[in-house]
């Protein structure tokens, strides 16, 4: 089973694609019980005919126990200028779910969705004590996935196109794109565009961008969890960059930020050493800075 805490727009989505697809049964857990239920009898029209799978809503964490993966997707409030804006509301809320999760399916690979993105996943693995491997922050694909997009929109190629993208660090403003081993029709990115800078801060700033038309994003954080959720569930391999306690590698410890890594159905089983440039590597260390800042900051 997979239990989605919050069902809200990226909750519900996640749980609409796990549903259409038929991958497992899926639980919806809301703090507003009549929330889970009405997002559970909308999707639960888009069960194929043949699953044998079902959701359900529900305001009673108890309800998870037998969970193989929990998706945290709740929010407390919503922020404007920065994914920071809540995040002490945000820190106290994951400390109680934390504690639930923990009770009801302590063997569970877990899947932080909400912001702030690195300083939750933190907080949450902290709280558990479960395995830093099987606490993991799902955004830096996301990010990756607008990164594609910028080149492509760039140099109007297709993203069939473009090989090795990646995004690492903080999902927020100081994340960042790795351009040195991208290729683009086998070629070096390097060798088609004068400097990082543009296409940097639009990666950036994608979410602000997409807030001048609706209201906030939900599908692609949906299909990005989606994917992982499927490869678990298929006892597949998934190669992405994603948020996760580190512990010495790429030079931190104590604090989660995203890094490429392999996840198969026991959770991560490797963080990946990739080469960086000297620019990619500086900004990862200030990356790494900010989120451990916004940690130290709190009187939680
Ligand atoms: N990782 C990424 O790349 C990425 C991308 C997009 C969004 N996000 C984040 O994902 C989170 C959800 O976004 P959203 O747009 O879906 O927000 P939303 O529509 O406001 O939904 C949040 C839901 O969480 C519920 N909730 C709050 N506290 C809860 C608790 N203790 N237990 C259970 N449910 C609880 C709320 O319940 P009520 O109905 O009672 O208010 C609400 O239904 C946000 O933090 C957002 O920033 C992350």
Redesign the pocket.
């Given at each position: 089973m997979i239990s989605i805490?919050?069902?809200?727009?990226?909750?519900?989505?996640i749980a609409f694609l796990c549903v259409a697809n038929g991958v497992d049964d899926v639980l919806l857990?809301?703090?507003?019980k009549k929330?889970?239920l009405g997002e559970a009898l909308d999707i639960a029209s888009a069960i194929p005919a043949n699953s044998n799978f079902s959701i359900r809503g529900t305001?009673d964490?108890s309800e998870m126990i037998g969970s193989n993966i929990v998706v945290i997707?709740?929010?407390?409030?919503?922020?404007k200028k920065d994914?920071t804006e809540?995040m002490e509301l945000?820190v106290k809320?994951i400390k109680?779910?934390a504690k639930q999760v923990k009770q009801c399916c302590p063997s569970a690979i877990i899947l932080?969705?909400?912001?702030?993105?690195d300083v939750?996943t933190y907080f949450f693995q902290k709280e558990t004590h479960l395995s830093r491997f099987k606490v993991i922050?799902?955004?830096s694909n996301?990010?990756t996935s607008r990164f594609r997009y910028y080149i492509s929109e760039t140099l109007s190629v297709p993203q069939s196109s473009i090989s090795h993208a990646l995004v690492l660090g903080e999902?927020g403003d100081s994340m960042v794109p790795i351009f040195s081993r991208v290729k683009v029709g086998g070629n070096p990115l390097f060798s088609m565009i004068d400097n990082r800078d543009s296409i940097t801060s639009n990666v950036r700033n994608y979410?602000k961008k997409l807030r001048n038309y609706k209201?906030?994003?939900?599908f692609?954080?949906a299909k990005?969890?989606f994917d992982v959720i499927n490869s678990i569930l298929q006892k597949k391999e998934i190669h992405i960059p994603a948020s996760i306690v580190l512990d010495g590698e790429y030079g931190e410890r104590d604090v989660a930020m995203g890094v490429p890594v392999k996840i198969n159905q026991n959770g991560v089983f490797e963080i990946e050493k990739i080469k960086l440039d000297d620019v990619e590597m500086s900004s990862l260390k200030k990356s790494s800075a900010k989120i451990s800042n916004d940690i130290k900051s709190l009187h939680v």
């Open positions: 805490v919050g069902s809200g727009r990226v909750g519900s989505s857990v809301n703090r507003d929330k889970a305001d964490y997707a709740a929010s407390v409030g919503s922020y994914r809540t945000q809320m109680d779910i932080i969705i909400s912001n702030p993105l939750l922050g799902i955004a996301l990010d999902h979410w209201s906030r994003s939900q692609g954080i990005n969890t």
